[in-house]
């Protein structure tokens, strides 16, 4: 009977918000990438939706209405382990800030995926349609061909903060005079004149290097979807109507962990939808030693991509010597074992981060500063050091130092004295704390949970057929209108045709006067 009355409800529930298809594309093999998509379909899931998710690292999860979709052979194009080694990025050996470097390497991820056996097989069969498609954007467009083969609306998602490349897809690209780009800025707005000129060469080179690589983007595209829209019985847009054609664009952030640029009405922020009410339990012996640190501990992680056993010895050793002279115990997320660590020190080879931060004792957290380790910190209210080592790394730590909730220190020969004097600062001075407290209340004052947010506008755009009343009324009006060279154009003309006038009469005139001279 109990059984039949949940059957019932479910069922219930099931018809009330209404199930779709959907198509998640999450393609980039990095852990935090597949920690975004895997928490985006399970919001899907348990909103009743069917999901088909195309992934190099497929969940675990068993559910009847998930159908995963295998691109592992998507690691080839970029094994983190290899490219984002501490020593390589130190010695700038990898340097992902490199324009061609990072596009080279996310379009052969897209390029990859989209060419795969498995994407092909699900976009050549006609009998596959689906109601949105949800992709991820990462340097990018090329899934956009994805909606006009099943001809439905299209999302964006963006792991980073809003930024200048991606919001120039959904309406224009916002001022550089005070928007920082997201990898190269070094500084936050407001911008010194300096800066200021850094931005703008750095929007050239972007817009000059995209229009560069174009063709290799058309190329990938016609080859991946023009026969499965054909074989549908209508022709390919082309890209560059296809990738101003988002309906929106999810973004993993939210005021308080980003500058406060305005964004257009179809940006979904929803950062923070990967933190999961139910916190994993810690093991035994770890709560026992978080339980047990009275004067605190602090936790040191390098993400999931970056290995701290990889730093050179005398920073590893340099360390391990400022950890051993706190009080507090530091928790390390460390792969091996150090020689001869002090006692305070405890290494772990794999850590439940959220577990960690969400304890009671935690009072500091020391992280590369990727946009989840940093949006997880807050929400579990740990100020944090950051030690930043690629991507937009740094530009979030810039960004939680300037409000007041941690401390940026460089990797080199002199981290372990710099860190030793920012750990000292950190916890003997109260505004860390008061300010995490404040940033924490702005974090979590929302009238929905960013979960629901994402239910909430895949459902919207399904429903309102793509919501092109979201849509941008900029995404129509050319840069140089914009800019209103066209008027200054024009006011040129005139002032030309005017002066030239002007002279000719005044030229007639003096004509006149010698004409009626030599008369007289
Ligand atoms: C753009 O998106 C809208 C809404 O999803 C859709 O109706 C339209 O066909 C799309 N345009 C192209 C060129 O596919």
């Keep these: 009977m109990r059984l039949m009355l949940i059957l019932i409800t479910t069922i219930c529930l099931l018809n009330y918000s209404e199930a779709n298809n959907l ?55 970029f094994a983190p382990e290899e490219v984002l080694d501490i020593q390589k990025l130190m010695r700038k050996e990898v340097d ?31 009998t596959e349609k689906f109601d949105a498609v949800i992709a991820e954007w990462m340097y990018s467009e090329l899934y956009s061909g994805f909606s006009a083969v099943f001809n439905c609306p299209l999302m964006f998602f963006l792991s980073v903060s809003p930024h200048n490349m991606a919001l120039s897809l959904i309406d224009g690209i916002p001022n550089p005079a005070y928007t920082a780009d997201h990898i190269k800025s070094n500084t936050i707005p407001p911008f010194t004149l300096w800066s200021r000129v850094q931005e703008l060469v750095t929007l050239l080179d972007w817009k000059i290097y995209t229009w560069w ?44 962990t980003s500058d406060g640029i305005p964004l257009p009405r179809n940006f979904i922020e929803i950062g923070g939808y990967h933190i999961d009410g139910n916190i994993e339990p810690l093991s035994k012996d770890l709560k026992k030693i978080l339980d047990e640190a009275k004067h605190g501990f602090i936790f040191f992680s390098m993400g999931s991509m970056l290995q701290s056993s990889k730093m050179p010895e005398a920073i590893k050793s340099g360390l391990a010597k400022i950890f051993g002279q706190l009080k507090q115990k530091v928790i390390w997320k460390f792969e091996g074992l150090l020689p001869d660590k002090p006692n305070n020190i405890f290494m772990l080879d794999w850590a439940p981060q959220q577990s960690i931060l969400a304890h009671p004792n935690c009072v500091l ?33 810039n960004r939680a130092a300037a409000k007041g909730i941690g401390k940026r220190v460089d990797l080199n020969y002199d981290t372990p004295k710099n860190l030793k004097l920012a750990i000292e600062e950190i916890l003997g001075n109260s505004s860390y704390g008061d300010r995490i407290n404040e940033l924490n209340y702005i974090y979590h004052d929302r009238t929905t949970s960013p979960g629901a947010e994402i239910t909430r506008w895949v459902q919207h755009v399904i429903k309102t057929k793509g919501a092109p009343h979201l849509r941008s009324p900029a995404l129509l009006v050319p840069w140089y209108q914009k800019l209103y060279l066209d008027l200054i154009f024009l006011i040129i003309i005139i002032i030309v045709i005017f002066s030239i006038v002007i002279k000719r009469l005044i030229g007639y005139k003096k004509l006149n006067i010698n004409v009626s001279k030599k008369r007289s």
């Design 365 to 397: 957290f020391i992280t590369h500063g990727g946009l989840l380790s940093t949006t997880e910190a807050l929400h579990h209210r740990v100020p944090i050091i950051g030690i930043p080592m690629f991507a937009d790394q740094f530009i979030n730590i």
């Design 23 to 77: 198509l998640v594309v999450f393609p980039i093999p990095g852990k935090s990438h597949s920690i975004l998509g895997h928490a985006f379909v399970r919001h899907l899931l348990n909103a009743g939706h069917k999901v088909t998710y195309i992934t190099p690292i497929p969940m675990k999860d068993v559910n009847p209405a998930l159908r995963q979709i295998n691109v592992e052979s998507n690691k080839n194009c």
């Design 213 to 256: 690589v174009n063709d290799r983007n058309v190329n990938s595209y016609d080859k991946a979807f023009k026969s499965a829209v054909v074989r549908r019985g209508r022709i390919l847009p082309t890209l560059d109507e296809m990738k101003y054609n988002a309906s929106l664009m999810f973004g993993n952030s939210h005021i308080s």
């Design 96 to 126: 992902m800030k490199d324009m061609p470097t990072l596009f080279t390497m996310m379009f052969n991820i897209a390029n990859a995926t989209i060419q795969h056996e498995n994407v092909q097989n699900l976009i050549q069969d006609p």
